[in-house]
């Protein structure tokens, strides 16, 4: 039978280290976004746990959220305390553990409550003078920043309007890399094929053609695997 689905957000996927791989971002970052801790003598609370647990596992709902913080530091600049409000106003307006990872807050008449916390949050108003925001054609109201956009292009949701993230493509809907908690262990992956094992081999000097062969995959997914790789062992600027 399977498990509801509020679980899968509740499931422990990753460690720490495998974790902050997957996400491209160093393990004492992510260890800081989820368990808070101390800078020039003063304590920070959690951005992503409501308070420190001590667990150097990460949850699925953990990581999904994590994915989305990533894009708001790495795109925009965006202070962690301005994230942090802004993810706990959503916790307490939903009353949910990860309210990021639930399709209310990004799609339908929910997207309000988003944009609402972006404000409440005191997201900088010179984050959007620095990009071109989204703007509703209906009512020209602002909507979501880019990262956010960005994010929500790379999740996969099991309702579109009540459910949960149940997969996130990294590289975009129309990539075949996917990572899925019930696939590889959460490994990214094509078509249940670890993208870090393709690449591995063609390293080792596998040919590509060989690769199709050997996993049965077409030669624009091995492709896809090598670019994925690729761009996670880039250096983040």
Known sequence: MA?????????????ERLAADVLGVAQPTLHYWLEGGNQR??????????????????????????????????????????????????RRELDVSYPLA????????????FI????????????????EPVIEPHTGVAMLLPPAEAFLERVEFDDDQTGIVVRLRPDGQESPVVIDPDV?????????????????????????????????LELDDVIAALRYESLRRQPVG
């Open 3 to 15: 498990a509801p689905p509020s679980s899968l957000l509740d499931r422990e996927v990753y460690d």
């Open 102 to 113: 639930r399709a209310r807050p990004w799609v339908g008449p929910g997207r309000h409550l």
């Open 41 to 90: 003598g003063k304590a920070h609370e959690p951005v992503l746990r409501a308070a420190p647990t001590g667990s150097k596992v990460v949850t699925w709902g953990e990581f999904v959220e994590a994915r989305y913080l990533r894009e708001y530091r790495r795109r925009l600049g965006a202070s962690l305390s301005n994230i942090r409000a802004f993810i706990q106003h959503l």
């Open 116 to 131: 609402v916390a972006q404000n409440e949050a005191g997201l900088p108003s010179d984050l959007w003078a620095a990009i």
């Open 184 to 216: 590889r262990f959460g490994s990214p992956a094509v078509h249940g094929i670890p993208t870090d094992a393709i690449d591995e081999q063609v390293r080792a000097g596998d040919s590509i053609e060989s690769i199709v062969q050997d996993f049965s």
